[in-house]
């Protein structure tokens, strides 16, 4: 069975910093195209970063400059770095990996950035 199991959510300050990693049992894994998702409550679900098998990366507008996405494929896992995190960064960030039809999403970490 395919696991995707996101750490390293937590509670931090405006301005802090928190690493995410996403942990996964896909076979092939550095084929697969790999992205963080975040969900705010009474919110759409929201694409945050996607980073493709060949290490292309794309970037949602509201967490450029701030986010940083990376994968290890010699681990199976993908990171999310979050710098400057702001109050409206808060949400259940999820982990999610695509090959062909396949689509696989981790069950979330929580984030929440407040004084």
């Known amino acids: 069975q395919v696991q995707l199991v996101e750490s390293g959510g937590g509670l931090v300050q405006p301005g802090g910093s928190l690493r995410l990693s996403c942990a996964t049992s896909?076979?092939?894994?550095?084929?697969?195209?790999m992205a963080w998702y975040r969900q705010a409550p009474g919110k759409q679900r929201e694409l945050v970063a996607t980073?493709?098998?060949?290490?292309?990366?794309n970037y949602a507008d509201s967490v450029k400059g701030r986010f940083t996405i990376s994968r290890d494929n010699a681990k199976n896992t993908v990171y999310l770095q979050m710098n400057s995190l702001k109050p409206e960064d808060t949400a259940v960030y999820f982990c999610?990996?695509?090959?062909?039809?396949?689509?696989?999403w981790g069950q979330g970490t929580q984030v929440t950035v407040s004084s």
């Open positions: 999610y990996g695509n090959r062909g039809p396949y689509v696989y």
């Open positions: 896909l076979s092939i894994f550095s084929i697969y195209t």
């Open positions: 980073i493709t098998g060949n290490g292309s990366i």
